[in-house]
């Protein structure tokens, strides 16, 4: 089945780092792939997504390519802020009614 | 206000009790969804909905019933709650499938 994994973490980071969270998927057929992103104490929110092979989703400062030949869709922001403190979550779905998630990346960023 | 809204977002109860949680969307989406986070799981699907009196199973569905009958609510029912259904409870919907999934703010339930 449809299925991703992601670097667990944490990652602690100093403001105006360089940002990557790696994504590893497995899928049949063509799933778009997401970035969600969730601050303390609230719901999940889109960050942003790719629906085909050689997309970027990009947002915020954030970017993720969807590199089908290795099934990879790796965020990546080049200078994070304190702000950007969150649990980062990859997801994919299918033609399905379902979107499958990893298990979340918690990222802290110090001043 | 338009959104989507849970409720409770915290409850206590014991084990063997039966617990719903509530959620209701303005947007009229077709699909709404329930997932389950735990600590090193990410988010799991427990049931998920098409549209008005259609649902399906998602990953981890036992223990849990949920019903749709209008489309702005679908309701999930802990039968008789168990200490590992402690966890956080999110409701999403979406206008289309594979699509934006728009989460409400969890519901945070623990099982004595």
């Known amino acids: 089945g449809n299925s991703v994994t992601q670097m667990e973490g944490p990652v602690t980071l100093s403001e105006e780092a360089f940002l990557t969270i790696n994504c590893t998927y497995t899928a049949t057929g063509y799933p778009s792939l997401f970035w969600y992103v969730q601050y303390p104490g609230e719901g999940l929110q889109l960050l942003l997504k790719a629906t085909k092979a050689d997309d970027k989703g990009s947002n915020k400062g954030f970017e993720a390519t969807y590199r089908k030949e290795t099934t990879t869709f790796h965020l990546e922001k080049g200078s994070v802020q304190v702000s950007d403190s969150a649990v980062y979550f990859c997801a994919l779905s299918s033609s399905k009614n379902d979107m499958r998630f990893g298990a979340g990346t918690r990222l802290t960023v110090k001043p | 206000d338009a959104g989507i809204t849970q409720s409770p977002r915290y409850k206590i109860t014991e084990t063997g009790r039966q617990v719903t949680l509530m959620c209701h969307q303005t947007w009229s989406h077709s699909y709404m969804f329930w997932y389950r986070q735990d600590l090193g799981h990410g988010l799991r699907l427990i049931y998920y909905?098409?549209?008005?009196?259609?649902?399906d199973k998602g990953e981890v569905p036992d223990g849990y019933v949920v019903s749709r009958s209008k489309t702005e609510n679908f309701p999930l029912t802990l039968e008789s709650a168990t200490r590992s259904q402690t966890s956080v409870y999110f409701c999403?919907?979406?206008?289309?499938?594979?699509?934006?999934?728009?989460f409400g703010e969890g519901s945070r339930l623990t099982v004595l």
């Open positions: 909905s098409a549209a008005a009196d259609i649902t």
């Open positions: 999403a919907s979406s206008a289309s499938v594979p699509g934006e999934l728009f």
